[in-house]
């Protein structure tokens, strides 16, 4: 079975935050990098006539390498995708309805995935980037100005936001998690 048949759609609202574990190769940078967390991709969750679907910063999909994207439930969690999920809620859902048409927003405007995982760009934007802009230009700090620090020699800044720190923010609560 697939970690889609195991899951309830019920559950889901719009807004929520899917993270996911996976086996690509960003998976197991983030890994290495955020030992705290088996999660390495989130996306927000948006209802569409009581179907999920995940707004994401995607590594597929745009010409040049990856885009923000709007994909169905299934195809978020298809089988090479993903091998666990758990869903965190906002507290604060007054600003969910904001946050979703911000994201819907860089959907429309196919903002390029950052690759670079830079946070001073706003024009290029990574999963959690998404999420953080998202909210936050809601009026919801989900990382509370708190940011991570990876040293890595290919990328010029040291300024990020791991899954980890979406995970345990004081701005979540945790819904619940599947596994393979």
């Keep these: 079975t697939t970690l889609m048949d195991r899951l309830n759609p019920e559950l889901l609202q719009s807004g929520d935050l899917i993270f996911r574990a996976g086996n690509g190769m960003a998976g197991r940078f983030l890994e290495n990098a955020d030992p705290k967390t088996k999660y390495s991709h989130v996306g927000l969750v948006v209802m569409k006539q009581e179907s999920p679907f995940v707004i994401h910063a995607s590594l597929t999909g745009g010409s040049n390498g990856g885009k923000v994207r709007l994909d169905s439930l299934e195809t978020f969690l298809a089988r090479d995708q993903a091998t666990a999920i758990a869903v965190y809620r906002p507290r604060n859902g007054e600003t969910t309805k904001s946050a979703i048409a911000i994201a819907k927003n860089y959907v429309q405007q196919e903002i390029p995935f950052d690759s670079g995982f830079d946070l001073s760009d706003p024009e290029r934007l990574y ?24 040293s890595n020699p290919f990328l010029s800044h040291d300024r990020f936001i791991l899954p980890s720190r979406l995970i345990n923010s004081n701005q979540l609560k945790y819904i619940y998690s599947i596994s393979q």
């Design 127 to 150: 999963c959690t980037e998404l999420v953080w802009r998202a909210y936050r230009e809601a009026g919801v700090d989900l990382v509370e100005a708190e940011f991570d620090t990876i």
